[in-house]
């Protein structure tokens, strides 16, 4: 198993630029989320979702879109990046009741 | 939702103990008491989960306070490896089945000198 995988590990964006963060996962896991992670401010929860066509917000969720349409995937979107987007940014899976398996992250940084 | 609280940082010697402290004086009988650690650059990695009673794993052990409303993570003998950010979170197993924010914080980060 690949476990979680992210792509792409870096981006460089234009404000006003939109892209879309990948995460999948090879674990059938029904959890999957997203953090972001700022110096000194530890992780925050961005949107996560319990299964395919659930999501929900999480700390932080403005600026941010995503969709589950299958199990394996989660798409992280930014519409209209800014500058305050800049960041790392984790995906993490888990099946019910479970540990969670985070991704290697994409660092992002917006100019 | 309960919160717990730890310290800014930590320091310890190589090959010894040293004991991770996390408060969570909020704590409800259905929260699960969950550490993870995040090695630098990287992602954070589970460690160990308990609720009531004491638990041990390769990793760690985690020491859970009578009450639960703090508990300590050790690990025995530290090594150059172990320094990361570690995470004390709480999860509620009644909501383990349907929506779960899974909320991490700062983090302790802990040093391990040579």
């Known amino acids: 198993n690949a476990g979680v995988t992210q792509t792409p590990k870096f981006q460089v964006l234009k404000t006003g630029q939109s892209m879309t963060l990948q995460c999948a996962q090879d674990?059938?896991?029904?959890?999957m989320s997203w953090y972001r992670q700022d110096p000194g401010m530890g992780l925050r929860l961005i949107h996560y979702?319990?299964?395919?066509?659930?999501?929900d917000q999480g700390e932080v969720p403005n600026g941010y879109n995503v969709s589950r349409s299958t199990t394996e995937d989660f798409p992280l979107r930014l519409l209209s990046a800014a500058p305050s987007q800049t960041s790392v940014y984790f995906c993490?899976?888990?099946?019910?009741?479970?540990?969670?398996?985070f991704g290697s992250g994409t660092q992002l940084s917006v100019l | 939702d309960a919160k717990t609280t730890q310290p800014n940082s930590m320091e310890s010697n190589e090959e010894e103990p040293v004991h991770l402290p996390c408060n969570h004086s909020t704590i409800s009988g259905t929260d699960y008491i969950h550490w993870y650690r995040q090695l630098p650059s990287q992602g954070p990695e589970y460690v160990i989960h308990?609720?009531?009673s004491n638990v041990n794993n390769r990793m760690a052990s985690l020491a859970i306070a009578e009450d639960r409303k703090s508990s300590t993570l050790i690990l025995h003998r530290a090594t150059l490896r172990d320094a990361a950010v570690y995470y004390c979170?709480?999860?509620?197993?009644?909501?383990?089945?349907?929506?779960?924010?899974?909320?991490f914080g700062k983090g302790m980060k802990l040093t391990v000198n040579p």
């Open positions: 979702s319990v299964g395919a066509g659930i999501t």
């Open positions: 674990m059938n896991h029904e959890y």
């Open positions: 308990g609720l009531t």
């Open positions: 979170i709480l999860r509620d197993i009644i909501t383990q089945g349907g929506s779960e924010k899974l909320v």
């Open positions: 993490a899976s888990k099946r019910q009741g479970g540990k969670l398996f």
